[in-house]
């Protein structure tokens, strides 16, 4: 089966979900976007609001930025896949519960595995210990490699949501990391 159709089996289970309840609250469940033969996967915490209407993944202020730092290696949102950990908007953005994490984790590996990435980026510390198992501070595990499942590289980066409450460029400063840590990124691309 081509990775379009197996994408669309997952979708449509996707949108069939009512493993926890977040489905009860959602308006519309945000399944992913993006190239599916793309070498890299980025992958966020949740919906937020405007996801949940529009039922797409990054699409309010932090995906507009999130887009903004794909731009400045030259790479365009729709080239690589973009997805979140949960599929279901939390009520109020709040952090997901482990058992909703827990019970949306098989669609999320599904799509791993249509996708067979070479690089995984987690954007915030809900989504890198998700893979990395353990609640490390973001501060101290972005920018750096890690290998899951024998292959796959692991690259966290901060959420581009904590980026828009830390607005400053100065050297060293989150905005500063992160435009360096996508050059990273970039490598795994071509
Ligand atoms: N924040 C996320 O983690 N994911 C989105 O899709 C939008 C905002």
New binding site residues.
Partial sequence: MKKEELMAIIEQRIRECQACPLWLQRTNV?PGEGNLHSPIMFV?????E??DKQGR????K??QLLTKILESVNIKREDVY?T??VKCRPPN?RVPTPLEIQSCSPFLIAQIEVINPRMIVP??S??ASFFLGKDEPITKIRGKEFVWKGGIIIFPMF???YLLRNPSKEKGSPKDLTWQDIKKVRKYYD
């Fill in positions: 945000v966020g915490e949740g919906p937020g405007e996801e993944p990054f699409v309010g932090a995906g973009i979140n950990v953005n954007l915030g809900t989504a959420h581009p949501s």
